[in-house]
């Protein structure tokens, strides 16, 4: 009888233990999938547009990891409804997209996988993007990109 209890004990203990330590990887893995909130620490950007540079900060997340290895990156982006510019990268970055309601004059995002969006208006919005940061001062912004396609330089600082 006393080995039954030892062994009742012992298993009880592996059960606790077992639970203890299953609460602990999903207390972790919550960690994980709040990667992609707005905690803006991820790093500077400059955004050069002609002869002006706006800083942008990245948010912390796997797209802007991604974003950032490809950096420098000098591209040709197209106007889009006088709201935005926009290029398809060649590859695709993770994503993690989610409708805010609301697009922010300076927001720096990506559509789907592969599409690079930088707004200069403030609007609504029914799309999803998954959000790589934002311009620090967008003063000049709308101006500096013009009505048209425009080069745009994206580097780090």
């Given amino acids: 009888m006393q080995h039954y ?4 004990f012992n298993s009880l203990n592996f059960y606790i233990v077992f639970i203890s330590s299953a609460w602990s990887c999903d207390k ?3 960690n994980i999938n709040t990667e992609n909130n707005n905690d803006m620490t991820s790093g500077k950007i400059k955004i050069k547009v002609n002869s002006q540079t706006f800083t942008a900060t990245l ?5 802007t990891k991604a974003f950032k290895q490809m950096l420098p990156l000098i591209i040709n982006m197209i106007e889009l409804n006088s709201n935005e510019k926009y290029y398809d990268l060649a590859g695709g970055l993770p ?3 989610v409708n805010s309601g609301a697009i922010k ?4 995002m ?10 200069y208006k403030t609007f609504s919005t029914s799309y999803s993007y998954t959000k790589l940061g934002r311009i620090d001062d967008v003063t000049g912004l709308a101006s500096a990109l013009g009505s048209g396609n ?4 994206f580097e780090l600082e």
């Fill in 5 to 8: 209890e030892t062994f009742v």
């Fill in 28 to 30: 972790n893995d919550n």
């Fill in 59 to 63: 948010l912390d997340n796997n797209s």
């Fill in 95 to 97: 994503t993690n997209s």
């Fill in 105 to 108: 004059n300076g927001d720096l």
């Fill in 110 to 119: 990506l559509y789907g996988s592969k599409t690079l969006v930088l707004f």
């Fill in 150 to 153: 425009v080069t745009v330089t």
